[in-house]
């Protein structure tokens, strides 16, 4: 008693309010965050830990700590962004960080092996774009240091990683190549999927396509942080998630990653 009942608005003419409702498009994951998960649960399933460090690094971290001390010749590959900031003590100028190295030396810095960590991140290079080249890019890179690690467990770990994200049947190339921060230092690459290492046009008639660089970790980065490098070897690496995507998914432009351009990211699901 005393209660009113609702008013029910009667529907417009001709809805028939018993169909099904429309449906809600769904999004889905950009293929530069479907290739980090990917490179992540890989490593993760050797026992790789995943760490995150700043995108704003200190030179030293980004350049000294690595074996690139200033005026050395290999600052020229890594050209960046440097911020108008200075700490109180002075001579420790900031950049946007080049790679996600510095976050290696980081860990070494609060840990005693073992040591095996990946860094995902978002890496800034001046440069100019083209279609293998971006200003913007993303890398994830690796340390492994424990005591007798030697090259053999470099190249298994690698050639691991590249069966799960390439496929059983990929077949794998290591050479010697140059890192400051390495040595000895090698490129790795794999054969190419789309002539099955014959030569074509995508990998150059080489029958390769590079995929990352790596090397055993320089005695002088490990003494930097307090290791004992007579009781402790290890190994590192770096790859270039856009490029890995690229090759995954036979996308022959970087820049098409990030034009957000719907016709070409609905292809990945």
Not at 106 to 114: A, G, S
Not at 120 to 137: C, I, L, S
Not at 233 to 238: C, E, Q
Request: hydrophobic share 40%; aromatic share 10%.
């Amino acid at each position: 008693e005393g209660l009113r009942l609702a008013q029910v608005s009667k529907p417009p003419s001709g809805v028939d309010i018993s169909l099904p409702g429309r449906p809600v498009p769904m999004g889905r994951l950009h293929p530069v965050t479907q290739t980090f998960r990917d490179i992540c649960a890989a490593f993760q399933s050797l026992g790789f830990e995943v760490v995150e460090g700043p995108e704003v690094e200190w030179d030293y971290y980004n350049f000294e700590a690595l074996n690139i001390p200033p005026g050395h010749a290999a600052r020229d590959m890594f050209s960046t962004f440097w911020v108008d900031y200075t700490d109180d003590r002075g001579g420790h100028p900031m950049l946007l960080r080049t790679h996600t190295s510095p976050m290696q030396v980081r860990v070494m810095e609060k840990t005693q092996p073992p040591v095996r960590v990946i860094v995902p991140g978002q890496v800034f290079r001046y440069e100019a774009t083209d279609a293998t080249h971006e200003a913007v890019f993303h890398q994830v890179e690796g340390l492994a240091v424990d005591e007798s690690i030697t090259l053999a467990d470099l190249k298994g770990t690698l050639y691991e990683v590249a069966r799960l994200l390439f496929g059983e049947e990929r077949k794998a190339r290591f050479r010697c190549t140059y890192f400051p921060f390495v040595e000895p230092g090698v490129d790795m690459a794999i054969d190419c999927a789309v002539c099955g290492g014959e030569g074509c046009r995508v990998c150059s008639g080489t029958g390769w396509l590079e995929i990352l660089g790596a090397g055993m970790v320089h005695p002088d980065v490990l003494s930097r942080v307090g290791y004992d490098t007579r009781r402790y070897t290890g190994f590192a690496f770096g790859m270039g998630v856009e490029r890995i995507a690229m090759l995954r998914h036979g996308i022959d432009d970087i820049r098409l990653f990030f034009q957000n351009d719907l016709r070409f990211l609905r292809q990945f699901r």
